[in-house]
């Protein structure tokens, strides 16, 4: 009764739980596009396309998704047959114990009214998929722990999903060889079901019981064939038709072997009856837990991949709105994309682990979720989506069908409009942004790039805004060394000032009074650099309003490469900034 009341908790649980994420795919948001679409018409236009994919050609679309990449999983074969072979038999086969074991006073006995859990093909059939788990597992464990395959990192809810499988499989596949020993269940069986009549018909029954079903008995039997003939009788009378022979259960016949010489006394330790409750809470708790924890994605990901089989670019942007929070759940943290990145070089450098996009998947599912991020968290997640090439890699080869391009542009959009200001959208890394410019209202598109040039032109502001006099004794040696020992940037001492840069300009050229707007024009930056006034040359507006037309440098009389020292000034100014901020952050910590 305990467990029947505790499945029917779980149960409970569960399906709550599948309505909670339900309902944080349709009002959760991830991108600074859906703010402003409400949870109900999310709902309305995802019913709306449902029925209208139906009802369409499109259908045909769905069922060859459904065939090909839910059920064969396509995609997971085309990037690496083995963890095809593995995730296939895991998800297969635990899914088909779900249904005919654990579920089976609900599914199987309703399909089959003679089922019993102790004849075929019912008792092999459980073993058979318990054991194909077990071989997932056993090559889940292979690729993580042994083969490392690159880039595949392992979080805390992978080993929890990891650790709660093996602890059911390895003590279902326990606890079946103990109750294929225990005599104190063979007792229970007999004073429930048995059909022998006096000492001599119970003992014959057990000694068939001793040589056919390998209970381990305490007492002495005799195992001549009249009393195995006798005990045969008995057994097909009352026992036949719900105990199949245990070899059938092949690995619990096999462990049942193995602990013989032990079992006697694993049974009156009750050993059965703890590990009992070790396999059933265990699967309670993970079916109760599945739709907190990564597990859920054999619910989201089918569902993803339909999705994404039939929407395009032109879908209505509160299905793309809610498909991007489904997608999240899709995510099984398998590291494909991380492992196509083609900013991995930058991954390498700044040993970001939110620049692989899985890793950045985890803290992007957080924030969704409404968690509150570290400061250190949120940096770290705000140069990992940003720093995204957008070469598409990872949308193409994801096996769960997620579309992380769009993805990336809508949480990066969040992030920087509501997060800390973000150097790089002065970088050329702001490129793909800038294609995107028409989908952002002007002010939300310039706002980021307002705050970031803020922080690096605070020190110009406060020069320009007093009466001090800068002196040669400001001179920084160190940035002088910097640029002179730099292959673009070494031509700036060839400058004489003759402001052929600035009167070429079209940034300069686009304000009647420049030097209000700019800052310092760009002769002005160059001869900054020279006097070696770092502050000074790194805190011109014109500095991050430069387009790199190389006007500038092709009309230069000196050939100073003045687009190139740009550059240079730039990444210096950045790589300040940084400094900076991870030195606030230590000392803020202390």
Known sequence: MFFTYSLYASLVICGLGILYRLYKWFSAKAGIETVKISFGRRIGTALTGIVKTIFSIKIFTLIKALLLDVLLQRRTLREDFLRWIMHIFIYVGFTLLLLMHALDKIITVKLYPEYYSTINPFMFLRDLFGLIVLVGIVIALYRRFIRRVPRLSTNAMDVYALVIIIIIILSGILLEGLKITSYTRYQEMVKDYGAADGEEQLRALEAYWVKEFSVVSPRQLSFDVETLRLGKEIHDMSCADCHSRPHWAFTGFAVAKLITPVARGMDEANMMTILLYIHFLSS????????????????????????????TDESDPANVATRQIMELDACTHCGTCSLRCSALAAFHVRGNSDILPSEKMQHIRALVNGRKLKDSELRSLQEGVYICTNCDRCTVVCPSGINLRELWFGVRELLIQNGY?????????SFSRGLRRERLPEDEYRHPLEQARGVLTEKLHEIQQSDTVLSHADIDTDFLNELGMSTDANTYSQCFSCSTCTTSCPVVGNYDNPIEVLGLLPHQIIHAAVLGLKDLALGSRMLWDCLTCYQCQENCPQQVHVADVFYKLKNIAIAESMKHSEEEEVSRRA
């Open 284 to 311: 309670f708790i993970a079916l109760a837990y599945l739709p907190f924890s990564k597990m859920f994605h054999i619910i989201a990901t089918p569902v993803s991949l339909l999705a994404g089989a039939v929407m």
């Open 421 to 429: 200001p973000l150097l790089s959208v002065l970088s050329p890394l």
